[in-house]
């Protein structure tokens, strides 16, 4: 890995908190909801939120449904179990507005977001900043504006505007024919191994793992080496990796 002119970043939970503003939504809908879905168990209902949005969002990814639609099975999945009929289009885009309200409300970037921004700018001068991400612009670019990154990245690639999703090498090269630079001056960082890192580097640009919980076990470690990923558990931990080329 060569000192690169170009950091690419995803954005869900790695820039910015999404699982924390999930949790903190999700919660606050049910709280406001009232009856058996607000008597549930916390963190039973957050885990099968979770469920439903990694199967039903990657559905969507991969061309099943549209983003829409992802969103009104998630909404009736929850639902479900408590014999709430959302049946009717409206009235699960209904229900998933509102719950939509509630996750606004808890935007915010990981404390390290922007301090990594601060270092890698200090340390290599002239780097630019993109982010590289899995969903619909426009949404992601509200929480980019919301939270005040918006003002420090040059370029966001989004996958419902490039026709392809990451682990696809086109997303990545694509945000690379934006900064006009070859995908080896480039590195991208995020929180899956596959999705984020091992896809970055198979498009032939440096990958870093962001392993924020430090969960990674024996095998994923071997896989990581294997596509020359680095693995890292904090953003304060990326600046010195990139500086120093290594």
Same mark, same amino acid.
């Given at each position: ?99 939509? @309200?509630?996750?606004? !409300?808890?935007?915010?970037?990981? *404390? ?6 601060? /270092?890698? &700018?200090? +340390? %290599? ?82 990958? @870093?793992?962001?392993? !924020?919980?430090?969960?990674?076990? *024996? ?6 080496? /294997?596509? &020359?990923? +680095? %693995? ?15």
């Amino acid at each position: 890995m060569t000192v690169p002119r170009v950091v690419l970043f995803d954005l869900d939970d790695t820039l910015f908190a999404h699982s924390r503003a999930v949790a903190t939504g999700i919660a606050a809908y049910r709280a406001a909801h009232g009856g058996a879905l607000s008597d549930a168990d916390d963190a039973v209902e957050l885990a099968r939120w979770h469920e439903l949005e990694e199967h039903h969002y990657h559905r969507y990814l991969a061309g099943e449904i549209d983003y829409r639609e992802q969103r009104r099975h998630r909404a009736r999945g929850f639902v479900e179990p408590y014999g709430l009929d959302l049946s009717s289009d409206s009235d699960a885009d209904d229900w998933f507005g509102r719950y939509i @309200v509630e996750y606004q !409300r808890a935007w915010v970037l990981y *404390d390290d977001a922007l301090p990594c921004l601060d /270092a890698l &700018a200090e +340390r %290599i001068p002239g780097v630019r900043f993109g982010v590289v991400t899995n969903a619909e612009l426009p949404f992601q670019r509200a929480k980019m504006d919301a939270t005040g990154l918006s003002e420090r990245i040059e370029v966001t690639v989004a996958s419902g505007d490039v026709g392809v999703a990451k682990p696809h090498p086109r997303i990545f090269q694509t945000a690379c024919e934006r900064f006009g630079v070859e995908p080896h001056e480039a590195v991208y960082v995020g929180d899956r191994l596959d999705t984020d890192a091992i896809g970055a580097a198979s498009a032939g640009l440096g990958g @870093v793992w962001l392993d !924020r919980h430090g969960a990674a076990h *024996d095998a994923e470690r071997k896989r990581a080496t /294997a596509s &020359a990923v +680095r %693995i890292i558990e904090t953003l304060s931990e990326l600046p010195a990796l990139l500086a120093a080329g290594r």
